[in-house]
């Protein structure tokens, strides 16, 4: 009687204890990656992300502390589309998890369940442009992001089979909570169909393209090209007898040139958040792209 009632004890630690402890552990590159796991992944996962959403994120700088936190992960998200290129390699060398390697169990790629746009139409890309695959800021599209929650719920059901359908009736929760929203999203918008913008980086393209509008020129020459004098001069001449309506802004450029292509040419200037964090409205996937159509729309 003694044995069963220690064995009942011990049972009920047992089952505290694994309900503290997350079964999977899960390192996303990405704030609106780490978001996208949460919603679907809830008390099942612990989510970290190697970077935050202020942070340009061409440019993560490889800390310790980002390979710890590689190496004890059972799976790895990632953007993909080289958007992680100049800095993930080497924290995947250094963190020494066979597991969490690509191509294996725990790794995914996102850009694998996207379209992407702007891909190379030659091998070469001179110049240093750092989008050589085409344009990895895919998860301001968002009719995207149900296919994301949908490939983060299957791997989850692979890595954990017993909660399968509790990670795919999250997804679908997900799924129809965006649906609803993008509705209202589309109707606010839609003022600003057909309107012509010029944007620093490309970071909007995806989100410009889906709801109608155009970026006649980028401030960069090249994504990752920072502006020379003379490129300036032409987009000055270029856009101030046009019909452009503003110039949008990244949180991690300097806004210098921006600022002052917005004096010379009256057009004005806005600053849009690329990825959950990249502003304080920004809190998960849901308000980033409210805080985008909210910033646009006024
Ligand atoms: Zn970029």
Redesign the pocket.
Known sequence: MRLSKDIVIGSIVFLFCVSLFPAIKVVATYPYIADLVEKVGMEKVSVKSLSRGSWD??TIVPKPSLIAKIRTADLLVINGAQ?ELGWLPALLNQANNSGVMPGKKGFLDLSNYVKLIQTPTNVSRAGGD??PAG???FCLNPDFIPELARAIADKLGQLDPANNSFYRENSRSLDKAWKTQLAGWEARIAVLRGKKVIEY???MDYFLERFGMEVCETVEPL??IPPTSRHISHLIEKVKHGDIILILHDVYHSKKTSAFLSQKTGIPMIVLPHDVGAVEEATDIFSLHEEIISRLCK
């Open positions: 994120p061409h958007l750092i989008h344009n990895p800021h980086h490309r970071n994504p990752g």
